[in-house]
């Protein structure tokens, strides 16, 4: 809605020190991304949307290629893009004279919830001599191929261990009766340690900056580099009027403040809605100077520097710290390999606005062709990547606005078609069953959603008396805007305390100004008719349009908020990472094509 | 044999965008609950330092006869001129309640305070979470916690694929009468 003005509401919120995304980089810079460009980003309040993990390999049964000794195995890992090209993220070091070698070198490979990451590993049997020169430099057509294995970077990190072991196979995939060998994959996460803390800050006797009101004072806190200047980190939100305020607690992960004996810069200053705004004192402390204020109850003086040294004006303000914990904060692929699942639900809009199914302008016309509808895409983009989350890819598919066999309108019918189990298996499945249903069930509506995610919150409710380990994810498609607003606000009210999360996809060309108000981004939190207010929002909309090809799919904006979502989910109710007994378990080999 | 109440533990979180007479409240916020039958309520301390979005985090025990059918929550404000009530929200049973959530789950609940005039007044964040009864005291102990409660006593390769073991014997077995 560009405006004359700026959001000053929005100017005015805590940034960075809330729970941070799940997904951080990793602050070691390992080279690869740059410094400089995350840590901007960060103070922006904008936080790089990957982890950074390692990729540690090991093999067995290698083909034994050299002739008076064995080979020497290297292993070249690729990333396979949409294209089919093959970009190389790192190599292993050689081993000599090993056909059960485990490398040291790991490769960095940076996991993306959102896409399905299609990764190549490639062993070769370094023939050209290797002393001294660099690995990246090998010419990988001087050596001999040993196998090459395959998987999707998923699937290493849901399994228990995070490892997985793959079947070797000979270029092309073909196997022939050779046997290649094993090739085992472990994947670990780059974070510096899981240790959070939670801090609440206070402030006494700060100076008045504003002429006719007072200070409206908010908090930064900054972590010294090594250069002598210092970068944010995180910034409290602004109490109006106030010169003994107290904020929020905020929430700093380890990665933000590197150690505990970090020195951290933490500034006070008047909010201004020009955006100039006023310094009013700053102090320096690390973390544990911080512990030690708490356990003391005393407070710090803030001074305002001067340009000569020594010669800071030691101000009235001061600093205290009411609550000081130390927390341990998990992150969401703990949660996934420990065995914690996201299961995929979907349900699709059958209501008359998306025109005759035999008609090529209708949204659900089946190209013969085999180009794929918006209803196909969504299903297809969003079940791909959440497919290998689900144990079981058990997926229960519904359609909603559509007449039945029966002859009655129904908000919840079984896409399989049969009356009593809901469930069908894999995306094939779904896509199955889809085109079924479009033979078998006539476009009719209203749009009501409210059945749907009764359905839906009820499976996720009932899953909770057996275990708490499963995070359910609702994918509405529709083209339409909604018949009964209230209905489904209620309907998503009462799921807003449930491990459940909802992303609607809106396709064709319908105004959806009314969906956004469901996604509550703005801050309005949903309320329903009884009185009663969302407890998280759950819901997360985006219309969908036709997409370029190269460009990032607007549906891959919907998945990056869903670890966020499970992850608060999960830290809000307590529940930790499930911890087997992992000597009584063996990785089970997987063959992969 | 059904128990006459249940207990609720109920934890006052905090309230947002409290106002009295069209102003912010600056301070003194207080919360009590209490049962719709009247029987029993229970108050939170003053929060000295939120003004219009005090944080309590107290938890109030309070025994919910099993006739009940919700709790009502009141915001108070302590002023120079005695004690005020900012807006009251009524938590029917069913929101804790719930068909299929099992009992002793820990419900994350909001609430729309409106005061005496029946005009919106702000927002209320509370936990409820019902203990559980003592006649199964075996399993009282295991309140929720999350990390170890229902899962395979052996190693299972599939996640959650299979039957699970270790099930409480008060889920589901409890009569529910609202």
Not at chain 1, 192 to 199: D, T
Not at chain 1, 363 to 388: C, K, M, W
Not at chain 1, 412 to 429: D, R, T, W
Not at chain 2, 107 to 133: A, C, D, Q, T
Request: aromatic share 8%.
């Amino acid at each position: 809605m560009g405006g004359c003005f700026s959001d000053v509401r929005g100017g005015k919120e805590a940034v960075g020190g809330d729970l941070p995304r799940p997904t951080e980089p990793n602050a070691n810079n390992d080279g690869a991304h740059n410094d400089a460009i995350e840590f901007f980003y960060r103070a922006h309040g904008a936080y790089p949307l990957f982890t950074q993990l390692e990729l540690s390999f090991s093999a067995s049964k290698l083909l034994d290629l050299d002739v008076t000794s064995k080979s020497d195995p290297m292993v070249v890992v690729y990333l396979k893009k949409n294209d089919g090209k093959l970009e190389e993220l790192g190599r292993t070091e050689v081993i000599l004279n090993n056909l059960n070698p485990v490398w040291i070198q790991k490769v960095s490979a940076a996991y993306q919830f959102e896409t399905v990451q299609n990764l190549i590993f490639r062993v070769y049997d370094v023939d050209t001599q290797y002393h001294n020169v660099p690995v990246k430099t090998l010419n990988l057509r001087d050596q001999e191929f040993l196998g090459e294995g395959s998987c999707v970077l998923s699937e290493i990190v849901t399994k228990q261990n995070r490892s997985l072991t793959l079947t070797l196979k000979g270029k092309n995939g073909h196997g022939g009766l050779r046997n290649f060998g094993t090739l085992t994959v472990h994947a670990e996460e780059t974070i510096a340690s899981r240790s959070a803390v939670e801090i609440k800050f206070r402030c006494a006797h700060l100076d008045n900056k504003d002429l006719f009101s007072k200070s409206d004072p908010f908090l930064r806190i900054s972590r010294t580099v090594e250069t002598g200047g210092s970068i944010p980190i995180c910034k409290t939100e602004v109490v109006d009027n106030n010169l003994n305020p107290t904020w929020k607690p905020l929430c700093l992960n380890m990665q933000q403040f590197g150690s505990k004996d970090n020195p951290l810069v933490i500034e006070c200053f008047d909010f201004n809605s020009d955006g100039n705004h006023i310094l009013i004192g700053k102090l320096q402390k690390s973390i544990a100077d911080l512990e030690k204020l708490f356990k003391e109850k005393s407070g710090v003086n803030f001074f305002i520097p001067s340009s000569r040294a020594g010669h800071e004006k030691v101000l009235k303000g001061q600093l205290f710290v009411d609550q000081f914990c130390e927390k341990e904060q998990f992150s969401f692929v703990d949660y996934i390999s420990s065995g914690f699942e996201l299961n995929f639900m979907v349900a699709v809009d059958f209501t008359g606005s998306n025109g005759d199914p035999r008609k090529p302008e209708s949204l659900h016309y089946i190209d013969p062709y085999g180009r794929l509808n918006s209803y196909q895409q969504a299903i297809t983009e969003v079940g791909q990547v959440i497919q290998f989350y689900d144990a079981d890819k058990s997926f229960p598919a519904w359609g909603f606005g559509g007449r039945t066999a029966n002859g009655t309108v129904s908000h919840c019918f079984n896409l399989n078609g049969n009356a009593s189990e809901s469930e069908v298996v894999g995306v094939e499945g779904i896509m199955a069953a889809y085109a079924n249903a479009l033979r078998n069930v006539a476009l009719s509506g209203p749009t009501l959603f409210g059945q749907v995610v009764n359905r839906a919150a009820e499976i996720a409710a009932r899953s909770l008396s057996s275990n708490n380990n499963k995070y359910y994810v609702l994918l509405i498609i529709t083209d339409g805007i909604l018949t009964d607003l209230q209905e489904t606000k209620d309907a998503l009210v009462r799921a807003s305390n449930l491990p459940l999360s909802i992303l609607i996809v809106g396709v064709g060309n319908a105004d959806f100004k009314q969906m956004e108000i469901l996604d509550a981004d703005n801050g309005q939190r949903l309320e329903s008719s009884t009185g009663r207010i969302a407890t998280r929002d759950i819901v997360q909309f985006v219309p969908m349009r036709d997409v370029q090809s190269g460009q990032i799919s607007v549906v891959q904006g919907l998945l990056e908020e869903l670890p966020g979502q499970f992850l608060s989910y999960m830290r809000s109710m307590d529940i930790k990472p499930l911890t087997f007994n992992a000597a009584a378990q063996a990785s089970p080999a997987l063959e992969i094509l | 044999m059904a128990a006459n109440s249940r207990t609720l533990e109920i934890k006052v979180i905090s309230a947002e965008n409290l106002k009295l007479d069209r102003k912010s409240v600056k301070k003194n916020a207080s919360v009590t609950v209490r049962t719709d039958t009247n029987s029993q309520f229970c108050t939170t301390d003053i929060d000295t330092e939120g003004g219009a979005y005090p944080r309590w985090n107290e938890k109030l025990v309070l025994d919910l006869p099993t006739h009940s059918k919700s709790i009502i929550v009141e915001v108070h404000c302590k002023t120079s001129s005695g004690v005020r009530t900012i807006g009251t929200a009524t938590v029917p049973a069913s929101d804790f309640v719930g068909e299929y959530v099992p009992e002793g789950y820990l419900h994350f609940l909001s609430y729309r305070l409106r005061n005496h005039k029946g005009e919106r007044n702000g927002i209320i964040n509370i936990s409820v979470r019902m203990k559980v009864p003592e006649m199964y005291a075996c399993a009282s102990s295991t309140t929720w916690s999350h990390s170890t409660m229902g899962f395979p006593a052996a190693g299972n390769k599939s996640f959650g694929g299979g039957v699970v073991t270790g099930v409480p014997v008060w889920y589901g077995a409890y009569q529910k009468n609202y």
